[in-house]
């Protein structure tokens, strides 16, 4: 059975990242129709990052305490398809803004219940387990953003949306039959003895600088992923077609060496390979933000895509080790940090660039920078299948 889970469940995430992936394109071609400056488009990117984050800690208590997870999962699909239809409709930034939020929230809900059930099955091979599932969004990548590019050649931002929300329906109806095979645990309410635990677990020092490093390091990711498709076209005069299939290849190699990666870590340990991804993402960010060469640029921010969303399912597997145990608990506050605090880089990385979107890639070598720094501060553990490793 835990084999057979690695595949539906990475499809799945394949198919509830859809839409949200596909607003890399989507939220600069609504920005452009209403003539927003980088920096609002940054805080488009903010309030759906921001408010999907809400879901995160919430979700990842649910992981813990309720039996019957395979429901919570398929009730996923529904809310994020109808809930991106709802948005599609809309014509005002507010309005937009609250509704792709409201809809991130049930792919938020998705990843720290799916993440937490395979990092309790596979407690030996966690992030190989993480890795597998992470492959499933970031080749949604790999297909939202061709999908919803082309759409934009064709029709407008409306009907880009819509087109995502379909596999995510359909995978809804086909998670009906995969849903009984979710494993159950007992079920639990939590206590304040659930909260004081993760309060001890995550106050302490180590645990601050963790949640640090997680931020910092989707900081990075943040500034490049939401101002690349708005400097291709701004500065390269990039259709939103070339803007899309750019930005595709530039994160395939991530995403398939995530597995890869996780498992290296299970074996070597997490922290030499956090330093390396942000290592090598701080000095290619630089490179994008120093030369003008489009060939340049693209191959730059390509090798810092790369670094960085290969290490996603290290950094997820880490905080787990850190915490111990309760893997959805862990992963729902992993998660909201990385995606929720982490989202004002969208923000600050438009303002970067209202004169030059250049700026946004310096930037986010800062970022990518701190996580470095960050993570040779915490200190090593012995060995990476210790569970209650810090950062192994």
Request: net charge neutral; with cysteine.
């Amino acid at each position: 059975m835990k084999s057979s889970l690695l595949i539906p469940f990475s499809l799945g995430h394949f198919s509830n990242d859809l839409a949200p992936i596909g607003l890399y394109l989507i939220i600069p071609a609504f920005g452009a129709a209403l003539n927003l400056s980088p920096s609002e488009i940054g805080l488009l990117f903010m309030i759906s990052s921001t408010g999907a984050s809400l879901a995160y800690i919430p979700a990842g208590l649910l992981a813990d305490h309720v039996a019957n997870r395979g429901v919570l999962l398929l009730a996923t699909f529904f809310w994020v398809g109808f809930g991106y239809l709802a948005a599609s409709f809309v014509d005002g930034f507010w309005v937009f803004a609250i509704l792709i939020a409201v809809a991130g929230m049930g792919d938020a809900t998705w990843h720290p219940i799916a993440t937490g059930v395979l990092a309790q099955m596979h407690k030996i091979r966690r992030a190989y387990a993480l890795g597998v599932h992470s492959i499933g969004g970031h080749l949604a990548e790999v297909v939202a953003l061709p999908v919803a590019g082309l759409a934009l050649l064709f029709w407008d931002w409306r009907v880009a949306l819509q087109i995502l929300i379909i596999p995510t329906l359909i995978m809804g109806l086909c998670f009906i039959f995969i849903a009984p095979k979710v494993p159950r645990h007992v079920n639990s309410r939590p206590t304040r003895a659930d909260f004081s635990d993760i309060w001890r677990v995550w106050s302490t020092w180590t645990g601050v600088r963790v949640l640090a490093l997680f931020t910092s390091y989707n900081m990075g990711l943040f500034a490049i992923t939401t101002m690349t498709p708005l400097y291709l076209r701004a500065n390269h005069d990039f259709s939103w077609l070339e803007t899309a299939l750019a930005m595709a290849a530039m994160m395939t190699a991530g995403a398939l060496a995530m597995p890869w990666m996780g498992r290296i870590s299970d074996n070597i340990g997490r922290r030499p390979l956090i330093l390396m991804g942000n290592g090598i993402a701080s000095i290619a960010a630089i490179a994008a933000w120093a030369f003008s060469s489009v060939v340049v640029t693209l191959v730059a921010l390509g090798i810092a895509m790369t670094a960085l969303v290969a290490i996603r399912a290290v950094l997820q597997a880490a905080a787990v080790d850190h915490a111990g145990g309760r893997e959805g608990t862990s992963l729902g506050l992993t998660f909201a940090f990385m995606d929720g605090f982490a989202a004002s880089a969208a923000v600050l990385a438009g303002l970067a660039g209202e004169n030059d979107l250049a700026n946004a890639f310096l930037l986010a070598s800062g970022f990518s920078l701190i996580a470095f720094f960050l993570a040779m501060t915490i200190e090593k553990p012995g060995s990476a299948r210790q569970p209650d490793a810090a950062t192994t």
